[in-house]
C-alpha cells in the first residue's frame, strides 16, 4: 500500500541553528499535507500545512516546502529553540478526510 | 482556544473487558476521528463520523470497535473484547468547516490491557 515515511529517525541541532525535517510520500493523489508536532504525553499538535497546489508555505518561523515531482515534503524551523524538541510527523490526505501519517522525527536541540 | 479534550487519560484492563473512551470534541465542528498510536510507532487512522454516521474506517477498525455520538457533545469509541494488541495511545480529533482539512488532536488516552 502507499504510505507517508521519514528518512532521519532523530535530528540533534544547536540551539539558535535552523532545522530541516524531511519526509517523503508516494501516494500521487494526496492533494495536502500537514506537519505536526508531538511532545511527550501529548496529542499531534498543528504546525503548518500546504495543498498539492502550491510549493511552499511560511509561517511563523516555520516553512513547508513541497516537491511534487519526486514526492518530498520537507518542514524547516528557523533559529531553532529547546520549545520546538519533540517529535514531528508529517500526514498526507487523499480522498476522503483521514490522515495518512508518518513514521516521525525526533528533534533534540541542545544548548 | 477551544480544544479536544479525553477522558480517562489512562485506562488500564484486563484482556476481555470493555473500555469506552470518551471525546469532547470542538464545539463548533462537524467531522471525528479516532486515530491510535502503539507505543514507539506511527499515528494511525481507526475511523472518520459525520453526519451521524461513520465515513471511513480502517482494516484495524473491526466488529470489536464501534464509535458513537450520544448527545451533542461527546464522541465516544468503545472497544468490545479488549485484547492485549490494543494497548495504545487513542487520540480523538475533530475537523471544522469542509474546506478546511486541519485537524484538532486531542491529548490522548493511554490504554493498557492486561
Known amino acids: 500500500g502507499e504510505s507517508v515515511g521519514l528518512h532521519l529517525p532523530t535530528l540533534s541541532v544547536q540551539e539558535g541553528d535552523n532545522s530541516i525535517i524531511n519526509c517523503a510520500y508516494s501516494n500521487s493523489a494526496s492533494d495536502y499535507f500537514i506537519w505536526y508536532k508531538q511532545e511527550s504525553g501529548k496529542g499531534p499538535q498543528f504546525i503548518i500545512d500546504i495543498r498539492s497546489n502550491m510549493d511552499k508555505r511560511q509561517g511563523q518561523r516555520v516553512t513547508v516546502l513541497l516537491n511534487k515531482t519526486v514526492k518530498h515534503l520537507s518542514l524547516q524551523i528557523a533559529a531553532t529553540q529547546p520549545g520546538d524538541s519533540a517529535v514531528y510527523f508529517c500526514?498526507?490526505?487523499?480522498?476522503?478526510?483521514?490522515?495518512?501519517f508518518g513514521g516521525g522525527t525526533r528533534v533534540l536541540v541542545k544548548p | 482556544e477551544p480544544e479536544v479534550t479525553q477522558t480517562p487519560s489512562h485506562q488500564v484492563t484486563q484482556m476481555g473487558q470493555e473500555v469506552i473512551l470518551r471525546c469532547v470534541p470542538i464545539?463548533?465542528?462537524?467531522?471525528f476521528y479516532w486515530y491510535r498510536q502503539i507505543l514507539g510507532q506511527k499515528v494511525e487512522f481507526l475511523v472518520s463520523f459525520y453526519n451521524n454516521e461513520i465515513s471511513e474506517k480502517s482494516e484495524i477498525f473491526d466488529d470489536q470497535f464501534s464509535v458513537e455520538r450520544p448527545d451533542g457533545s461527546n464522541f465516544t469509541l468503545k472497544i468490545r473484547s479488549t485484547k492485549l494488541e490494543d494497548s495504545a495511545m487513542y487520540f480523538c480529533?475533530?475537523?471544522?468547516?469542509?474546506?478546511?482539512?486541519?485537524?484538532?488532536f486531542g491529548p490522548g488516552t493511554r490504554l493498557t490491557v492486561t
Open positions: 500526514a498526507e490526505k487523499a480522498a476522503g478526510n483521514k490522515l495518512t
Open positions: 480529533a475533530s475537523k471544522g468547516a469542509d474546506n478546511s482539512y486541519e485537524q484538532y
Open positions: 464545539s463548533n465542528h462537524l467531522y
